[in-house]
Structure formats: C-alpha cells, structure tokens
C-alpha cells in the first residue's frame, strides 16, 4: 500500500482509528491473509481489539473498495490490498498458500461472458488450484524415499519364482 492508510480512510469518509489502520496496514503487509491472521497480528501491534471489530473494519473496508475479500471454496475468507484490477488467484491444495495471478489474455477478458443473460458484468473471480512448488518438491522427496526403503525391503525377500521352488523343495 504505498498510499498512506489515514488519507485513504479520510478519502472514503471514514473515521480514522487505530484499529482500522491496523487492520489496514495488515492486509497490506499480509496479502491472503484471514480475519483470524488480521486479528494476532493487529493485537500484536496496537494490543487488545475483538474479534467483532476486526470483522467489522473488514467489512467496512471491503465495502469502501479499499481491500478486497476473496472467498475460496471450503476456506475462510482471504482479505488483500491489491483492488481495480481484474486479477486472480491461484491456490495450494496442500499448504493453502495463495498468489495472484494476472488475467491470462488481456485486461479484462473474463469479463466478456459467453453469454451474459442480460447482466452487466463487472467482475470476475477466477480461482485456480494446485500444488505449489515447494509443496510439489516435497511430494516427490516423499515418493522417492518411500520407493528407496520399499526397494531396500524388497532386495531381501526371495522373488516368485524363488518362493515357489522352496515351497517344491520342502
């Protein structure tokens, strides 16, 4: 946010406290982050705030376009700074960490629908998900060490052929 917070409040009509600036320089330093992120961080900085107030300077700076919600699928809601602009998101099934993503083509291609039904459309929330890289590196560690001790137990036991000639045998 390189505006300063206070102006912004002013500029929208908005009392100036120290709980809203709180909030506000959170969601600036915590993009995607939850109310509930909001709310430690927020009393790490100014000390005692509810839980109600935080929703409330939420809702009261979403409602002013100063922040955006973005509502995953299954999720808490994720609050950001980043607004005016036709931007997406992209997020990890495994860990949750969430990134924007630019429109793929464009400035606002999502927004021309195939069909409209009438509607003016003038925004669109595009939520793609997937593993992220370090997530993914992980998973594939994981996999190979599994597949090691697995090679290593298995290097010991006789093969089919070899357990059906002992079974003849004895």
């Known amino acids: 946010m390189p505006r300063d917070p206070a ?21 600036s330093r915590r993009p995607h982050c939850t109310a509930d992120d909001v709310a430690a961080d927020v009393r790490a900085e100014i000390g ?18 100063l922040i955006r919600r973005i509502q995953p699928a299954r999720s808490p809601a994720l609050y950001e700074d980043r607004v005016g602009d036709n931007h997406h998101h992209l997020i990890c099934r495994k860990c949750g960490k969430t990134v924007d993503v630019d429109c793929a083509v464009g400035d606002t291609p999502c927004l021309t629908a195939a069909a409209d039904s009438g509607y003016q ?12 890289p370090k997530c ?6 994981r996999r190979a060490t599994k597949r090691q001790l697995s090679s290593r137990s298995n290097s010991n036991q006789p093969t089919f052929k070899q357990r059906k000639e002992n079974s003849r045998g004895r």
């Open 121 to 132: 459309i003038d925004e669109a929330e595009v939520i793609y998900w997937g593993t992220c």
């Open 48 to 65: 005692a705030i509810s839980r109600q107030a935080v929703y409330d300077a939420l809702g009261m700076l979403v409602e002013k376009g």
């Open 136 to 141: 993914l590196a992980a998973s594939l560690e």
């Open 7 to 27: 102006n912004l409040l002013r500029e929208q009509g908005v009392q100036v406290t120290a709980q809203r600036l709180a909030v506000l320089r959170t969601v």
